[in-house]
């Protein structure tokens, strides 16, 4: 009992919120104040995938409100048990995988799988169907992507993803940074995490200066799907990273309930841009086996993208895209009824 208590007390602030992520959905259903008749569809989709969310991020939920956006996202439904057509398990896009863990699928930038894990569960995650114990990567594993990335003179953006590359120490960041650094051709660093939203305690001083003490220049795009999402602690996040040189893009993904209507939109960019962060990219779902409920129609999903071009500067309209096999870069998704009401 004793022997614990030095230990916990060594480990950093991010690091202990991150162990204590809330994963039972008794408990999140409980500190939610939400009805009971949530619990037995709850417990058979953890089943399937695990329920993790940080608690910082469950404070920013209302109480009571089993439709809550954040929620939605977090919480295990029923409905994932159930089969629907066209979403299926991911299948890995070998081709674009030279070296594992490396893709290189785009002109120009090569993207890393740095670990598997993660600290929360996003219910539309294709993650949910990789059991991923610790699938990080190990650094003779990161010598052959290095040693790729080395031998490629085109390759000028690097970008970290995952999983989430945030969820490792501080000290591997910084040491794939520096190699990284070391390659003359690589101009820019990307990083693709939503632990400054989903735990902003991430944004160390130690991260801000693996950012900072290179020639790389920084970029990082977050993964925010909703105005609610970003507190006062988000913004604090931001403002170091900021302050770090980085500059920040946000990506969001398109889910029925949780973002699919134009205000939500509207006012998920204006507090990003209140906190300098650009919207990038607004993904259509990928159709992974149990996130059918997430399903926006492209229609209506070309239909918000109109909507909100109409309301806001176009530097706050973020890209509508899918996700192609093969193709050499985000597909911009249009339906002809859109392409029609732009060109008129
Ligand atoms: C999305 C993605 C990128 C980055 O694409 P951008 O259009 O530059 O944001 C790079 N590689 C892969 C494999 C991707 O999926
Ligand atoms: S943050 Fe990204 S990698 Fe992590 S669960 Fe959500 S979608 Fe998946």
């Known amino acids: 009992m004793t022997a614990s ?3 916990i007390r060594s480990i950093s602030d991010w690091r202990r919120a991150y162990a204590d992520c809330v994963t039972s959905p008794e408990e999140l259903l409980h500190m939610l104040g939400l009805p009971s008749y949530l619990l037995p569809g709850a417990r058979r989709a953890s089943a399937l995938f ?7 991020y469950v404070a920013r939920m209302q109480t009571g409100n089993p439709d809550d956006p954040l929620l939605r996202q977090v919480l295990p439904l029923d409905a994932e048990t159930s ?4 979403f299926m398990d991911p299948v890995g896009d070998l081709r674009a995988m030279p070296v594992p ?3 290189h699928k785009y002109k120009g930038r090569v993207l890393l799988i740095t670990t598997g894990a993660c600290a929360i569960n996003c219910r539309y995650c294709f993650r949910r169907h990789f059991p991923y114990a610790d699938a990080n990567a190990s650094d003779r594993q990161w010598d052959a992507a290095l040693a790729y990335i080395r031998e490629d003179d085109s390759v000028s953006e690097v970008i970290l993803s995952g999983g989430d590359p945030l969820v490792l120490a501080d000290h591997k960041l910084h040491y794939l940074v520096a190699r990284l650094a070391d390659i003359a051709h690589v101009e820019r660093l990307r990083i693709h995490s939503r632990l400054p939203v989903v735990l902003p305690e991430r944004v160390t001083d130690g991260l801000l200066d693996s950012l900072a003490g290179n020639r790389l220049q920084p970029v990082m795009v977050l993964h925010a799907n909703h105005g609610a999402e970003l507190d006062a602690s988000v913004h604090a996040a931001c403002a170091a990273l900021r302050g770090a040189g980085t500059t920040l893009l946000n990506q969001t993904v398109l889910l029925r309930g949780v973002n699919d209507d134009t ?3 509207e006012d998920l960019s204006l507090r990003l841009f209140a906190m300098c962060v650009l919207p990038y990219y607004l993904h259509a779902l990928d159709p992974v086996r149990g996130a059918a409920h997430f399903l926006v129609s492209e229609q209506r999903a070309a239909d918000l993208a109109a909507e909100l071009a109409d309301r806001l500067p176009g530097y706050l309209v973020p890209r509508l895209v899918r996700e192609l096999a093969g193709e050499p870069g985000k597909t911009p998704l249009t339906t002809p009824r859109h392409r029609e009401t732009r060109s008129s």
């Open 263 to 265: 205000a939500a939109l």
């Open 50 to 56: 695990p329920l993790r969310v940080p608690r910082g």
């Open 5 to 7: 208590i030095p230990a």
């Open 101 to 103: 863990g490396v893709l």
């Open 83 to 86: 089969d629907s057509a066209g």
